[in-house]
Every structure is written in C-alpha cells, then in structure tokens.
C-alpha cells in the first residue's frame, strides 16, 4: 500500500509516491502532473480540478477556487475580508462566525465548509492516485504553509478525514523542500562537519515563503523561515487594473462590472505574466468581443510590469532580508538560493535573489514538484 505526498497549493495540487527508491510524481485523469485547486457544481454534478477549472468561465457562480486561506479562519478575518475582494463566487458568514461557501446544487442552494470543499478535492486527487498507482490509497502526508496556524492545520487534517484519508502527518512546505532537497545530494558534509547552508524561495500563487537551512548528511535544521501573503495572482491583479484603466479611458468599457469580463483578462494577463519571464519585449493583448462586442487591444512589456508591480517586489525584498536576518547567516556561510513555485520564474524576483543574497538562484530541484515529492519523501 502506498503513501502519497499531497501539496495543496492555492492555484495547483500535486501529488507525489515514493516508489521502487525513487520519488514519482502523479499525473491526473488528463495526464496532468497539476491539478487545479477547484471545485465546480452542475446541476446534479460534481466537476473537480481540470475539468473544473476548464468550465469556470462559463459557471462562476458555482466554481470554487482559491480556497486554502479560508481554511481555519472565520468570515470576519481580514485574510478572508482580503481574498473577498478577488472571490467570484459567493462567499458568507455562517451563524457560528466561520466561512460559508454557497453554491447551486440538486436542486437548492447549499452552503458548504471550506473543509468539505478541500475534501472533495482531496478526494479527487485520492482518486487519480488510486487509478495511477492500482492500489488503494488511504495513508498521505500533506504539505501546509509554514506560517498556517493550528486552526487552519486543524481544518486540513478534517478535511482529509472527511475525504477518507489517514493523514499521517502534515509537514511544513518548506520542510518539504529542503527534504527533497536534501535527498538527492550525495555530496553533503559528514554530520561532523560544518553545515551546508541552503536558501530555499518558494514564491506560489498565493504567498511567499524564504527558508534557510543548514544540512549534514542524513541531518537537516530549519535555521528561519519568514513568508509573506504576497503571490503570482497580486501580479495579475496589478495588471488587471493597469488594463481596466487604459480600457475606461480608451474603450468607455469598465471589465470590473461583469464578472466573467474581469476573469477572461485576468486569463490574459496572467498568459501575458508569463511570457513577460521569457521576454523582456513589447507583447500584445488582444481580446476579441470583450465586452459589449468591443474587441480590445493593448500591449505591455516586462518593465511596465516591474514599474506596476514595485511594492510587490518590495514586500519580497523584505521577506527576503527578513529571513536573512533571522538565520544570523552571513553571506559566506550561504551555499546557494534554490529558488521554488511557478512564481520564482519572474525574472525580477531573481534579480531580488542575487542582490540580497549575492548569488545566482539555483533550480537543481523541480520548481514545481519539490514540495509535494518531499511531502512523499516525508513517508517513505
Ligand atoms: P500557494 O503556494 O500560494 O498555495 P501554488 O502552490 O498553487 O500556490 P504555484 O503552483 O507554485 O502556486 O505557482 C502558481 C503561480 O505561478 C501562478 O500565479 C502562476 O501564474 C505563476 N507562474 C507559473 N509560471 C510562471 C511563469 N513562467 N512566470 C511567472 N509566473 C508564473
Ligand atoms: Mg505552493
């Protein structure tokens, strides 16, 4: 019987198996190693993750995603007041203070707990792994932020509960890290020896988390580990609003006063994010009938982005020194920067790297997968 690992992420899930000496990652029912933290109601039908996802521009109401912060926390919380403002599905206060999430289904309206949306997207991933791996899934290991609190980590472990799932431990996403890290290095120092001081950057969708840690054969310390709720979706939401601006004045179109408007450009501009890491040239945005039948073109570059995105990358700058700071690690005594999450491919946070830390980031572990691999690692 195998355990697997589970990184639930804000954006993305993946999940990992340690197997024959190895770790492997597993692909979805679409042959995804990325499944979308989203679930979707229909009529009588339940859609999770891929499929989920791919329906939501034309469901928003019923498409739940972007979840994980609402984990642990009540409706009044300034976190969840703060995920409100980017939410396109209906979100309320429940009689005992705590997160409702309202939906469409059988019929009715029915409000569920953010623990009982996350179980059914544990239960999906649980699902995929099982049809993969051809054998019964019950035990997982299950990566959590390392700033979540007890009450949120309390709301995963029931969340997993309530998917049928035995979870034997929840670890730190960095702690993840650094064990897929530390895994395949067969050139660390001998326990007696001075440690090898790693920085770990795991910049996501939702937050940002800096670790450093000190490795020995066979040995790892966590020596600090700062974060900040500062992610890839604030630098689609900068841009978002550089482009409602230029439509107001340019096209007379506000994409803020028609939900499905404001989501089909804050697709774009997240496509346009992307290719902004690999090109530093003037890229275009076309957007056909995008509202009122108005076709709508723009362009951008990737120093606009920075320009928008200042305070942003200041926020990082800060995480950063911070964790310098608290590791009291000088320069010197850093080996390298691994740099992890499908944010840390923007080239100005590596550009924060090198000027704080003095040295070029290092990719020697999957940006994608290390944490759910090491959450896999966790239970071998
Ligand atoms: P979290 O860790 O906050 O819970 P997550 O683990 O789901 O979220 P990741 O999968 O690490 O997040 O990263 C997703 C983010 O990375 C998205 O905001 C996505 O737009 C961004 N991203 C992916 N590829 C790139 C790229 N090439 N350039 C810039 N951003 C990218
Ligand atoms: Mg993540």
């Known amino acids: 019987m195998s355990v697997i690992g589970i990184d639930f992420g804000n954006e993305s899930c993946y999940v990992a198996v340690a197997k024959a000496g190895g770790i492997e990652t597993i692909a979805n029912d679409y042959s995804l190693r990325a499944t979308p933290s ?18 939501q521009v034309t469901n928003l109401r019923n498409t739940v995603c972007g979840f994980k912060h609402f984990l642990g926390r009540k409706f009044k919380d300034p976190v969840v ?18 997160v409702g999430i309202r939906v469409d289904y059988m019929g009715e309206e029915q409000v569920f707990t953010p623990e ?28 959590v932020p390392s700033y979540f609190t007890n009450a949120e ?7 997993a509960g309530i998917a049928g799932l035995n979870c034997l431990r ?32 795991d910049f996501g969708h939702s937050a940002i988390q800096v670790s450093a840690c000190a490795f020995n054969k066979g040995k790892l310390k966590m020596l600090a580990a700062t974060s900040d709720l500062v992610g890839g979706r604030d630098v689609d939401m900068m841009l978002a609003e550089h482009f409602r601006k230029e ?56 120093v606009d982005m920075e320009e928008l995105c200042k305070n942003l990358f200041q926020r990082i700058e800060d995480v950063m020194k911070r964790c310098l700071r608290d590791s009291k690690l000088t320069l010197d005594e850093i080996h390298s920067v691994e740099i992890v999450g499908g944010s840390s491919r923007i080239p100005a946070v ?14 020697t572990i999957n940006q994608d997968e290390a944490v759910s691999r090491g959450g896999a690692l966790q239970c071998a």
Request: aromatic share 6%; charged share 25%.
């Open 350 to 363: 590596k550009h924060l790297i090198e000027q704080i830390f003095g040295k070029t980031s290092s990719t």
């Open 170 to 201: 929840l670890i730190n996403e960095t702690t993840a890290t650094a064990l897929n890290y530390g895994f395949y290095k067969q050139d660390l120092p001998e326990p007696e020896e001075k440690s090898r001081n790693v920085v770990f950057v």
């Open 247 to 302: 439509f107001m004045t340019k096209y007379k179109l506000d994409p803020r006063s028609n939900k499905k408007s404001f989501l089909r450009l804050l697709t774009e501009v997240e496509k346009l994010k992307k290719q902004m890491s690999a090109n530093s040239t003037k890229l275009p945005l076309n957007i056909e009938c995008f509202m009122n039948d108005v076709d709508v073109q723009s362009s951008i570059q990737r």
């Open 38 to 55: 989203c679930v979707a109601f229909t009529g009588n039908t339940r859609t999770l993750g891929v499929a989920a996802k791919n329906q």
């Open 116 to 143: 009982q949306i996350t179980a059914m997207l544990l239960t999906k991933l649980k699902v995929d792994a099982t049809s993969e791996l051809k054998t019964q899934i019950y035990d997982c290991v299950i990566t």
């Open 153 to 159: 980590r309390k709301a995963l472990l029931d969340a």
């Open 81 to 98: 007041q703060n995920e409100l403002q980017s939410t396109l599905y209906r979100v309320e206060e429940r009689p005992d203070g705590s």
